[in-house]
T-cell receptor, first 114, second 114 residues
């Protein structure tokens, strides 16, 4: 069993839709949770970073963490064609030392159509 | 402020040759991480370095792979006697001195082994 599970998609939605992306994890030691966006043949771009359970909002993006269920989500409101990319969840056990390495999901490919 | 820089962006090697990948972290960042992304897979942690120190190399293959981050100059990931299975995208990330949980990625080096 992988430490982090993420549906690879592809997920196709019309412009303006609300997108929900999810990851589950098995390692209860994970404390820090991130979402990255990766365009084709580019490096991952940090979108959201959260530590505690609950919601964090930044513009059209909302990250949600439920540590009791080992489940994290990213919501994108009013999706745009420019949001078409692969979305990677990532997590770590700590912020310093050997615990700071990131464990990634395999990524969900999102396509927003006109 | 320039982001994380990696070079070369594309590297072609024949089996048995050596590959050297370079990473210059963001200004003010003293922590460097290397990740590998195989086709259709997520990013996998390889090694975490600070200046002149390897902090965590638990993701490095036991043979042929090495990494360094000297006092002066970029971090280097070296792969000796490359094989076709080494073909992948290699990403470098950097983080600030005391906040290792926020990692910023470079554009990657795409290695192709013929």
């Amino acid at each position: 069993q992988k430490e982090v599970e993420q549906d690879p998609g592809p997920l196709s939605v019309p412009e303006g839709a609300i997108v929900s992306l999810n990851c589950t994890y098995s390692n209860s030691a994970f404390q820090y949770f991130m979402w990255y966006r990766q365009y084709s043949r580019k490096g991952p771009e940090l979108l959201m970073y959260t530590y505690s359970s609950g919601n964090k909002e930044d513009g059209r993006f909302t990250a949600q963490v439920d540590k009791s269920s080992k489940y994290i989500s990213l919501f994108i409101r009013d999706s745009q064609p420019s949001d078409s990319a692969t979305y990677l969840c990532a997590m770590s056990e700590g912020s310093t030392g050997t615990a700071s390495k990131l464990t990634f999901g395999t990524g969900t490919r999102l396509q927003v159509t006109l | 402020n320039a982001g994380v820089m990696q070079n070369p962006r594309h590297l072609v090697r024949r089996r048995g040759q050596e590959a050297r990948l370079r990473c210059s972290p963001m200004k003010g960042h003293s922590h460097v991480y290397w990740y590998r992304q195989l086709p259709e897979e997520g990013l996998k942690f390889m090694v975490y370095l600070q200046k002149e120190n390897i902090i965590d190399e638990s993701g490095m293959p036991k043979e042929r792979f090495s990494a360094e981050f000297p006092k002066e100059g970029p971090s280097i990931l070296r792969i000796q006697q490359v094989v076709r299975g080494d073909s992948a995208a290699y990403f470098c990330a950097s983080s600030p001195r005391d906040v290792s949980d926020t990692q910023y990625f470079g554009p990657g080096t795409r290695l192709t082994v013929l």
